[in-house]
């Protein structure tokens, strides 16, 4: 099965939701990524996508800021609803001192940029919901590639013009963007 194209397009704008809710903190949004019942295991995160929301929330709440850079993307469709995909991914995480989920990221007692590259592994299914048919992940394993702890400067964009620099949440000049996902 080669898939359709909106099927495609369908599957990668999720993938593509799920990295902008992770570095905007819109949480909200996963519900709308993941179905009923949807399994996540990457590292120390694992168990249902509820439970890895409430745990990204304690890991990714602590950083500075963080950026999910994604890049290809391969996609082999099983039947009509089953797709499997493979997406490279590299996470930059701006760590502070005193960081407290040292199982993910240790406290080195200073800002620090913890780079990790790797994929995720997916499981969508197309499947009925209040809105319709639409593809979800019903399962996403993490695969780490590499990372590596990196000491940076100039981590403070506090001098940059009003407006320039992302925010988390509804203030960020991307929420329109993001509006089908939000509810």
Do not use: N
């Amino acid at each position: 099965m080669t898939g359709q194209l909106e099927d495609r397009a369908a599957i990668l704008d999720v993938i593509g939701a799920y990295a902008h809710a992770l570095d905007r903190r819109r949480w909200e949004m996963m519900e709308y990524l993941f179905h009923e019942g949807a399994a996540f295991q990457f590292g120390p995160v694992e168990g249902t996508w509820q439970s890895f929301v409430e745990q990204a929330q304690a890991i990714l709440g602590e950083c500075l800021t963080t950026h999910h850079q994604l890049g290809q993307t391969m996609l082999h469709f099983e039947s009509e609803t089953v797709c499997l995909t493979e997406t490279y991914m590299t996470a930059m995480h701006t760590i502070p001192p005193g960081y407290p989920v040292e199982d993910v990221f240790p406290d080195k007692g200073k800002i620090y940029s913890a780079v990790i590259a790797g994929r995720y592994i997916d499981r969508f299914e197309k499947r009925d919901t209040a809105k319709g048919a639409e593809w979800r992940i019903v399962h996403r394993a993490g695969v780490y590639d590499w990372r590596e702890f990196r000491e940076v400067d100039g981590v403070d964009l506090s001098e940059l013009p009003e407006g320039s620099c992302g925010t988390h949440g509804a203030s960020d000049r991307s929420t329109p963007c993001a509006a089908r996902w939000l509810g």
